[in-house]
């Protein structure tokens, strides 16, 4: 005996497909976006407001939408068909007023807003509202059988034409209605094409065409039936006639249609038949609409990879750049070079770098007072270079890679909708000198922490620790310059300088220590100016993962539609 939904583990799939497919990134502008786009609507609208909800409840009416092209007469064939006037036929085109879903009076409740086309808002009223569906019952349609009067395909309005689209796919069978006039011409047809694509049941209504005309218009509508694969969809002629005062056809011109949804209604298994071919097409169909999503997903893949690569290829220069010339010498120059002569004494020094180290250190530490201001100066000019030289880098690689995403079809939209990341971070020039103060305090720690064990006494010691430090910035500034390169005596000072007080090992591992720790604060800042744009989009893997578990659904659920569902898994 069928059950009267279908099994947990195809419901579980479909379910699972629908979370996929809606969330799937799409948002890129890549040459197939917009029509995966569409593609993932459709795929989600069909899962939410048939397939599922009609898996939910097998033994629900016979829902039949009437569609068709515009003057066809659908409505007054509705209310022909029902034997009273439920919907209201339009006299101007195109007719702006809700869908009209007519139902036996004790199937009410299988239309309810938590069953069938559950985002329309239901309504039991004529209204202009054409989102709302608006329920009519009525004892002319029989128990087991709804019959929908959708708006026309091919309406000149978007929104009838929107929701006639969503009427169809949440249809067990389409009553599609045409006229001699109108019977060839391209949008219906592009409609009974899906519905052939997707296998659901299909009757098909030649209506309004004189009796003269009947044979041959019939006969060609038969043979393009055919040729678009529904030869096998039954084919319903109504030859144009007079109505009555209540604008209906005469009974005997819509008995066989009658009769034939009657029959189905009061048949279980016919009924179940029709259904399960038209969810069993609609499950195929959406599942191979997944994959469809799935694969544009390959593009977005690729476009994310490409703005990312914008992204890292700048922000790497800039890293770059910034680590060379914090250490190639370029630093010591200017008013920095001047700071430092001034402070060891370089016009002495240079006369005789070769004298002894006992009496540059006697030099060094008997001036300290008068040296403490001299270098606290030094530190000071060391600092404000590598912030000129980190904002500088930080608002090229902003200005660099808005100009590429702005350059790009990809990139433009989602730099457009963040403002202001052309430049650095507002607040660039304060954290790159934060970052450099703290440098310059380790520097210092660095050098008390070496020189705690020296012989010296402590207060000389203290007051030294200072010019120490900035010795060691200025070697660190210097310590990847060419040979030659620069003011090498100058340089050369330093070294002799700390080498005496410190030792050669210890100077050079506290030069190493301190350059490795400025280029981690300095790489630090700039990842976090690089990560302003890497926010504004997903990363390739992410994207990547939600694709493969899209395809993983649709797999997922195409085997449940073939062993739970084909193979008579919804019998109890």
């Keep these: 005996m069928p059950s009267d939904h279908a099994p947990v583990e195809l419901l579980n799939a479909l379910g699972k497909l629908l979370g996929e497919v809606t969330t799937a990134t799409l948002r890129y502008e890549t040459p197939g976006a917009s029509v995966a786009r569409a593609t993932q609507a459709a795929v989600a609208d069909q899962l939410s407001d048939y397939v599922i909800p009609r898996l939910v409840q097998l033994d629900a009416p016979l829902l039949t939408v009437v569609g068709g092209s515009t003057g066809a007469g659908?409505?007054?064939?509705?209310?022909?068909?029902?034997?009273?006037?439920?919907?209201?036929?339009?006299?101007?085109?195109?007719?702006?007023?809700?869908?009209?879903?007519?139902?036996?009076?004790?199937?009410?409740?299988?239309?309810?807003?938590?069953?069938?086309?559950?985002?329309?808002?239901?309504?039991?009223?004529?209204?202009?509202?054409?989102?709302?569906?608006?329920?009519?019952?009525?004892?002319?349609?029989?128990?087991?059988?709804?019959?929908l009067d959708a708006p026309d395909v091919d309406s000149i309005d978007a929104g009838n034409r929107a929701i006639a689209t969503q009427l169809l796919a949440a249809a067990d069978l389409w009553l599609f209605v045409t006229s001699a006039a109108r019977y060839a011409d391209q949008v219906p047809w592009d409609y009974l094409r899906r519905?052939?694509?997707?296998?659901?049941?299909?009757?098909?209504?030649?209506?309004?065409?004189?009796?003269?005309?009947?044979?041959?218009?019939?006969?060609?509508?038969?043979?393009m039936m055919t040729s678009r694969g529904l030869s096998d969809s039954p084919l319903f002629t109504v030859p144009e006639s007079g109505v009555d005062p209540d604008g209906l056809i005469p009974a005997a011109a819509v008995a066989p249609i009658r009769?034939?949804?009657?029959?189905?209604?009061?048949?279980?298994?016919?009924?179940?038949?029709?259904?399960?071919?038209?969810?069993?097409?609609?499950?195929?169909?959406?599942?191979?609409?997944?994959?469809?999503?799935?694969?544009?997903?390959?593009?977005?893949?690729?476009?994310?990879?490409?703005?990312?690569?914008d992204v890292d290829e700048t922000y790497d220069e800039a890293v770059g750049v910034v680590e060379r010339e914090l250490s190639d010498g370029s630093l010591l120059s200017g008013h920095v070079l001047t700071r430092w002569q001034e402070?060891?004494?370089?016009?002495?020094?240079?006369?005789?770098?070769?004298?002894?180290?006992?009496?540059?250190?006697?030099?060094?530490?008997?001036?300290?007072?008068?040296?403490?201001?001299?270098?606290?100066?030094?530190?000071?000019?060391?600092?404000?270079?590598?912030?000129?030289?980190?904002?500088?880098?930080?608002e090229f690689a902003a200005e660099a890679t808005s100009r590429g995403w702005l350059d790009s079809v990809t990139g433009r939209p989602v730099l457009e909708a963040s403002r202001g990341l052309d430049r650095a971070s507002h607040d660039i020039?304060?954290?790159?000198?934060?970052?450099?103060?703290?440098?310059?305090?380790?520097?210092t720690e660095?050098?008390?922490?070496?020189?705690?064990?020296?012989?010296?006494?402590?207060?000389?010691?203290?007051?030294?620790?200072?010019?120490?430090?900035?010795?060691v910035m200025v070697l660190v500034l210097t310590s990847r310059a060419p040979q030659g390169s620069g003011d090498a005596k100058a340089v050369a000072a330093g070294r002799t300088l700390l080498g005496g007080v410190l030792g050669v090992g210890v100077t050079d591992q506290l030069?190493?220590?301190?350059?490795?720790s400025l280029e981690k604060a300095v790489d630090a800042l700039l990842a976090q100016e690089r990560a302003r744009y890497l926010a504004l989009i997903d990363t390739p893997a992410a994207v990547e993962a939600a694709q493969g578990a899209l395809r993983d659904a649709a797999r997922q659920a195409e085997y449940a539609r073939h062993t739970d569902f084909l193979e008579g898994g919804t019998s109890a």
Excluded: C, Y
């Excluded at 071919?277 to 490409?306: C, F, I, N, P, S």
């Excluded at 922490?449 to 010691?461: C, F, G, N, Y």
């Excluded at 030069?511 to 490795?516: A, D, G, K, L, T």
């Design 511 to 516: 030069v190493v220590e301190s350059r490795e």
């Design 74 to 147: 659908k409505s007054t064939l509705v209310n022909s068909l029902v034997g009273s006037r439920v919907t209201e036929s339009g006299v101007l085109r195109p007719t702006t007023r809700s869908p009209v879903l007519v139902h036996h009076p004790d199937d009410a409740h299988w239309f309810q807003p938590d069953r069938i086309l559950p985002d329309l808002p239901r309504t039991d009223q004529p209204s202009n509202d054409v989102s709302a569906l608006r329920l009519a019952a009525s004892p002319g349609v029989p128990r087991g059988l709804a019959i």
């Design 259 to 309: 009769s034939w949804l009657h029959d189905l209604a009061s048949d279980p298994a016919g009924r179940q038949a029709v259904v399960f071919k038209t969810l069993d097409g609609a499950v195929r169909h959406t599942v191979m609409r997944a994959h469809d999503v799935a694969d544009e997903m390959g593009e977005q893949v690729e476009a994310v990879r490409d703005l990312t690569d």
């Design 195 to 223: 519905a052939s694509e997707r296998s659901t049941s299909v009757a098909v209504v030649l209506d309004r065409t004189s009796p003269s005309d009947l044979v041959e218009v019939r006969g060609h509508l038969a043979r």
């Design 446 to 471: 660095l050098v008390r922490s070496r020189i705690a064990d020296k012989r010296l006494s402590s207060d000389v010691l203290a007051l030294g620790a200072g010019g120490l430090a900035v010795a």
């Design 343 to 394: 402070f060891v004494g370089t016009g002495e020094l240079l006369r005789s770098v070769e004298e002894k180290v006992s009496r540059i250190r006697s030099r060094f530490l008997d001036g300290v007072t008068g040296k403490r201001t001299r270098d606290a100066e030094v530190a000071e000019s060391i600092a404000s270079a590598i912030q000129a030289l980190v904002v500088e880098n930080a």
């Design 429 to 443: 020039r304060t954290r790159a000198e934060r970052i450099t103060h703290d440098w310059q305090a380790e520097v």
